[in-house]
Nanobody
Framework: QVQLVESGGGLVQTGGSLRLSCAAS???????????MGWFRQAPGKEREFVAG????????DYADPVKGRFTISKDNAKNNVKLHMDRLKPEDTAVYYC???????????????WGQGTQVTVSS
């Protein structure tokens, strides 16, 4: 089993920055580098949506259009950690953000196998 724990959420003003972190652990995750990782978010009353993804090696990334140029995903295989650096935040970025892992080589936008519990991000106007 794989455990994912997010941290770093909070309240920030429009235009501010936050950095989310996801710590991975578990028997299967002792081989962390075999997983591609992603960040998703779910706003009140809306479905969960893909935000950013990174490949197993960390060399390839993908972003949802609303966050391109503002968010950056990174992966540290040695530390079993994936981060989401969010800049120029907007009120519409307010949501619960989830970390996810998928047993795959490439960046994925769907089909993730493991999920964290989520961390709240609130952007005030």
């Amino acid at each position: 089993q794989v455990q994912l724990v997010e941290s770093g959420g909070g309240l920030v003003q429009t235009g501010g920055s936050l950095r989310l972190s996801c710590a991975a652990s578990g028997r299967t995750f002792s081989r962390y580098s075999r997983y591609s990782m992603g960040w998703f978010r779910q706003a009140p009353g809306k479905e969960r949506e893909f935000v950013a993804g990174i490949s197993r090696s960390g060399e390839s990334t993908d972003y949802a259009d609303p966050v391109k140029g503002r968010f950056t995903i990174s992966k540290d295989n040695a530390k079993n950690n994936v981060k989401l650096h969010m800049d120029r935040l907007k009120p519409e970025d307010t949501a619960v953000y989830y970390c996810a892992a998928k047993d795959a080589w490439v960046v994925a936008t769907t089909g993730y196998d493991y999920w964290g519990q989520g961390t709240q991000v609130t952007v005030s106007s």
